[in-house]
């Protein structure tokens, strides 16, 4: 354990007729408790608490997988086919049946590793939370900054174009005078108030 460097270890209760089996897991050990060992005692894995944690089903949803284990509890779960009797079985503290269809676990830092696409190390239990959730809260700030600044680019395009729409004049309506002749009439654009018209003339 030391030299892999692993801070959780799974522990499972052997199978007799099948020495390969490993999926009869009763739950995690959390290795610096090897720490307060007196090796002198000889005590058999067995005798040290382990970590219960809620298993789940491959079918839940990240989010709420990661709002689970953002929790105050285990930084790590089983993956279930049938995670109701995987969990009936760990509250007994009996190990995991076969028909609960053990698949694997999930960490923490997988989920992170997964959302962000990117590689979180880990040293230590709070640590591992607090990090984990940092570089979340950074990867939702900067999306939420790239959303909105897309969005102020969206808008300003879309005054210009409405601007340019406004700003451009109609072109000319065309009518027929009396004789049937075309006449163009041209929109009056004054460029100061007209104050008065002289109604004098003789046309």
Not at 16 to 31: E, H, M
Not at 176 to 202: F, H, W, Y
């Amino acid at each position: 354990i030391y030299s892999h460097g692993y801070s959780r270890v799974p522990v499972y209760r052997r199978n007799p007729q099948d020495d390969d089996d490993t999926t009869a897991v009763t739950g995690y050990l959390i290795t610096r408790q090897l720490m307060l060992i007196d090796w002198d005692h000889k005590r058999q894995l067995g005798t040290l608490p382990l970590t219960r944690p809620k298993a789940v089903s491959p079918r839940m949803n990240l989010v709420d997988l990661l709002r689970l284990l953002q929790s105050n509890g285990p930084l790590l779960t089983f993956v279930c086919a049938r995670p109701d009797v995987a969990n009936r079985a760990l509250q007994a503290h009996q190990p995991i049946p076969v028909e609960a269809g053990l698949i694997g676990i999930i960490t923490l830092v997988d989920i992170m590793e997964s959302v962000l696409q990117d590689r979180i190390y880990d040293e230590s239990d709070v640590r591992d939370r607090h990090q984990a959730v940092a570089t979340l809260h950074r990867w939702a700030a900067s999306t939420l900054q790239s959303f909105v600044r897309r969005r102020r680019r969206l808008i300003r395009s879309g005054s210009a174009q409405r601007a340019g729409r406004v700003s451009q004049s109609p072109p000319p309506k065309r009518i027929r005078t009396v004789d049937g002749s075309p006449a163009q009439v041209a929109r009056i654009m004054p460029r100061a108030p007209i104050t008065s018209l002289s109604l004098d003339s003789d046309d």
